[in-house]
């Protein structure tokens, strides 16, 4: 028997997360691809944006570029808050809503390793790589003395080598805050976590874009990403359900296999069965 309500404990979670996100990470790196094949991947998402008339990435670059005070907050955000917020909205679940914290999970991980299929199908450059001709400002590198980032995205100085720079497709800044926007607004209690819930995601959607760093279609796909990931978390779920079969929900959270009694449910029905025994001899 198991207690549903309960999460998984907590050095077991931490560590398949720190190895789904090494694999991550190391994909990553392995999937970097070649450059010249990355800028015609960026160039035409930029050709079909511009056919659409959707390259929004280019007024805010260029609003982010001639305004440090815009262009200084965006690139802190870029470069922090991907990393910080997602891991404390994990420890929110976990802590304050248990029951919620292994789906919600589940959907995190199964997203994020579809974004790193994204990465290796289709290493892209983003549009502050591609040449100037193309109008774009590479907003890190412009404001880098006020960070400890360098000339190559939010990779400390020096670590650059440690990075993938072609793996803008899908953006999983925007797919990352997606995920924390949904479980702030769905289990938010008071009205300031749900407004996070709503500016959060739309606030990274516009940094990634403004600093450069991705395409529109890029957020697009970070947020249908997650969508796939959704429903293939879903289904994992349900299919998990099948394999354990039918259960019997008792007080407390408890569950219990069909026909399974609980131990101070047993003697009752024993002492019962033995009364009809006896009451049939008779």
């Not at 160039?43 to 262009?71: K, V």
């Not at 289904?235 to 929900?249: H, V």
């Not at 408890?254 to 026909?259: I, R």
Request: charged share 15%; glycine share 10%.
């Amino acid at each position: 028997m198991t207690n549903r309500r309960q999460p998984p404990r907590w050095w077991a979670e931490l560590l398949l997360l720190g190895l789904v996100y090494g694999a991550y990470s190391g994909g990553r790196l392995l999937a970097r691809g070649d450059a010249g094949l990355a800028v015609e991947h960026g160039l035409a998402i930029l050709r079909a944006e511009e056919l659409l008339r959707i390259d929004f990435e280019r007024p805010l670059n260029r609003l982010f570029t001639h305004h440090g005070s815009l262009g200084i907050p965006a690139d802190f955000i870029y470069a922090s808050l991907h990393y910080l917020v997602t891991p404390a909205v994990l420890v929110w679940l976990y802590r304050r809503h248990p029951r919620h914290y292994r789906p919600a999970r589940t959907w995190l991980m199964l997203s994020t390793l579809l974004g790193l299929v994204g990465f290796t199908l289709l290493p892209t450059c983003p549009p502050r790589l591609l040449d100037t001709s193309y109008g774009f400002v590479d907003t890190m590198a412009r404001f880098s003395d006020y960070g400890w980032w360098g000339a190559e995205a939010s990779a400390p100085r020096g670590l650059g080598s440690f990075t993938n720079q072609f793996a803008a497709m899908p953006s999983l800044h925007v797919g990352w805050a997606l995920w924390c926007g949904v479980m702030l607004w769905r289990y938010g209690r008071h009205p300031l976590a749900r407004a996070l819930g709503v500016v959060y995601p739309t606030t990274t959607a516009l940094v990634v874009m403004g600093t450069a760093n991705h395409y529109f279609l890029d957020a697009a796909a970070g947020v249908a990403v997650m969508g796939v990931g959704h429903l293939a978390a879903r289904a994992l779920t349900a299919r998990a359900g099948g394999f354990r079969g039918k259960s019997t929900i008792v007080s407390g959270g408890w569950d219990t296999s069909a026909g399974e009694l609980l131990p101070a449910q047993r003697p009752a029905a024993q002492n019962a069965a033995d009364d009809d025994a006896s009451a049939a001899a008779r």
